[in-house]
């Protein structure tokens, strides 16, 4: 009796740690989401009356070297940074599970054929690949979107394909056979809802990873352009007045920390609601 | 066993292949060549008929797959062409920026080691405690800071406020080391000692730890003797794994602190659009890439004898 209460005391207090961070995690998208009627200053003007300016009232991150407001910038940089992490998260988690269940639903030849490229993947480096695409389509944040999700789907694939493996080896879905469900309703109706919580949490605890490996490339150069407001290229550019006008470094940087730790404490919160 | 590692030996083949073969046909699409790049570095225009001509010179103008294999072969004999960029041999470029990149990857893998194994004992220790906490905090921080601002903090506080260590790398020795092996062992760690705390928690609900505490050993005996050693292991383990992307050179700490190893000449090389020292880059993670899973295979097979037993019944 005394350990019921415990766990459903346990329970109410999971749920509201999901509650908290599932609001945190909302405001930072709604912050991405009108980042342009938050912004205070426009992000992209430069007013060289006021160039690398200490925080103060007026700026409270202070200004870059073009005399930009900081505050404005980081808070366009959320919709670039955040909004491109989901396009990423959303593309490899799709495309790895598709792959995944598929693999393990139709064995043999997919099966070999696809986990082999999925290793091929795993080995290459990120780096490279945004370079060859850059060269092909130009540099941008796409870029650099497109060069991780081709080396980050198979750890969702392999996921997928371990789960499904499993799921297929139980007796309901040997009876669902029986039934006569074809193989399509079979992954629809039983498959994919087994495998959804998990692959859900894998994927918003991902978003830490994927931010900091988007902005780490924008960081070399291979993403986002130059006067496009995001935090990695951000830091990028500030990198040189570090010692003078640390702000130009620490504001972006603070940005993508507490992003990551929100996304992080969001996504170890659902895991414990999900799977406990 | 031995039929085991022969077959694993077999399967890396194609993937081997594929990520050479990748590389290639990226490089390929990306559309540049050692003529164009040298007429870019160059400043002058050449006339179409001279660029065919020196193409149909450097073998460029035959077809892709031949290309293709014609530089694997030169890759298995120690050739891997000039670079666009200095017009140096890229083998030999590459080979004297390893040692650089082997130093940082020691070095880091052993702060790694020293910070996180006895704080994930003490923290286990103290579970629920305020060290517990404070521990775990520190490394959920850890966790959400990416590589390049924990180096420019590091930077800001360590070589800046308090003027202890060298900015940028001077030369390749362990004080230029530090500021980048912190930084890498930052990230491994606050990863590792959540796994080394997991592990001793595992080790200490164990029988053998009560029944030892019921005969009278002294408790940091058992803690130091036998819990020690179990979760020695599984960090061994973990570290096998980073040391995979350790070695492959790693790109933004490398180029913050101008060390000058594998990833530095990567990134240049990237941004230089130096092709053949790309090439030889992305051989080089693959086969590292490659020979850490395979070891690592192997010697699970080697160290759990329950998945020794079930490749020998295969």
Same mark, same amino acid.
């Given at each position: ?276 | ?230 979760? !020695? ?6 570290? &096998?794994?980073? /040391?995979?992307?350790? $070695?492959?050179? =790693? #790109? @933004? ?18 941004? !230089? ?6 090439? &030889?880059?992305? /051989?080089?993670?693959? $086969?590292?890439? =490659? #020979? @850490? ?22």
């Amino acid at each position: 009796m005394r350990k019921l209460r415990r766990t459903r005391k346990q329970r109410r207090m999971r749920m509201q740690r999901l509650a908290v961070f599932s609001v945190l995690a909302g405001l930072l998208l709604l912050t991405a989401l009108f980042a342009e009627q938050l912004c205070p200053y426009d992000p992209y003007m430069q007013d060289y009356g006021s160039v690398l300016s200490a925080p103060s009232p007026a700026h409270p991150f202070g200004t870059d070297r073009f005399g930009r407001d900081m505050l404005s910038r980081v808070i366009a940089g959320a919709r670039t940074s955040i909004f491109s992490t989901l396009v990423l998260v959303g593309i490899i988690s799709v495309s790895g599970t598709a792959a995944g269940v598929l693999c393990a639903y139709f064995g043999k030849w997919t099966d070999a054929v696809v986990m082999r490229i999925a290793d091929v993947c795993l080995a290459f480096p990120g780096l490279v690949f945004a370079l060859a695409v850059s060269a092909v389509l130009g540099g941008g944040t796409g870029t650099a979107v497109i060069a991780l999700a081709a080396v980050s789907w198979p750890k969702y694939a392999r996921l997928a394909r371990s789960r499904t493996l499993e799921i297929m080896s139980s007796d309901y879905l040997a009876a669902a056979r029986l039934a006569g469900d074809a193989p399509g309703q079979m992954i629809v109706r039983h498959i994919l809802p087994n495998i959804a919580g998990q692959i859900l949490v894998t994927a918003v605890l991902d978003m830490g990873t994927m931010m900091m490996e988007l902005s780490a490339l924008s960081f070399l150069g291979l993403g986002a352009r130059i006067p496009t407001a995001e935090w990695g290229s951000m830091m990028s550019g500030g990198r040189s007045m570090l010692q003078t006008y640390p702000w130009v470094v620490l504001a972006p940087g603070s940005a993508i920390f507490v992003t990551v730790a929100v996304f992080n404490l969001f996504g170890d919160a659902l895991r414990d609601c999900l799977e406990p | 066993m031995k039929r085991y590692i022969i077959r694993r030996l077999l399967s890396l083949i194609p993937v081997l292949f594929g990520i050479t073969f990748l590389s290639f046909a990226l490089m390929h699409a990306a559309g540049s060549d050692a003529v164009l790049q040298s007429m870019d570095a160059s400043g002058i225009t050449l006339s179409r008929e001279v660029i065919d001509a020196r193409r149909a010179e450097l073998g460029l103008d035959r077809p892709f797959l031949v290309q293709y294999f014609s530089w694997l072969g030169g890759v298995l004999t120690g050739d891997m062409g000039v670079s666009y960029v200095s017009g140096r041999d890229v083998f030999s470029t590459f080979i004297s920026k390893l040692p650089a990149t082997f130093l940082l990857a020691g070095a880091s893998i052993l702060l790694t080691v020293v910070i996180s194994l006895p704080l994930g004992i003490l923290s286990a220790v103290r579970q629920n405690r305020f060290t517990d906490w404070l521990i775990r905090g520190c490394s959920f921080v850890g966790n959400s800071l990416p590589n390049f601002f924990t180096a420019l903090l590091l930077i800001y506080l360590l070589a800046i406020c308090i003027p202890v260590f060298p900015v940028i790398s001077e030369g390749i020795g362990v004080r230029s080391a530090f500021l980048p092996a912190l930084t890498l062992a930052t990230a491994m760690s606050s990863r590792y000692l959540m796994q080394v705390r997991t592990a001793v928690l595992d080790e200490l609900g164990k029988d053998y730890v009560a029944g030892e505490r019921a005969r009278g050993i002294r408790f940091s005996a058992t803690l130091w003797k036998s819990v020690l050693r179990s979760c !020695m292991t599984s960090l061994f383990t973990l570290l &096998a794994l980073s /040391v995979g992307s350790l $070695l492959g050179g =790693t #790109a @933004v700490v490398e180029s913050v602190f101008l060390w000058d190893g594998v990833g530095k000449l990567a990134v240049d090389a990237v941004n !230089m659009r130096d092709y053949p020292v790309v090439q &030889a880059y992305v /051989v080089w993670t693959a $086969l590292v890439y =490659t #020979a @850490v899973n395979l070891i690592t295979d192997i010697s699970y097979h080697f160290l759990d004898p329950r998945i020794r037993l079930e490749g020998g019944r295969r």
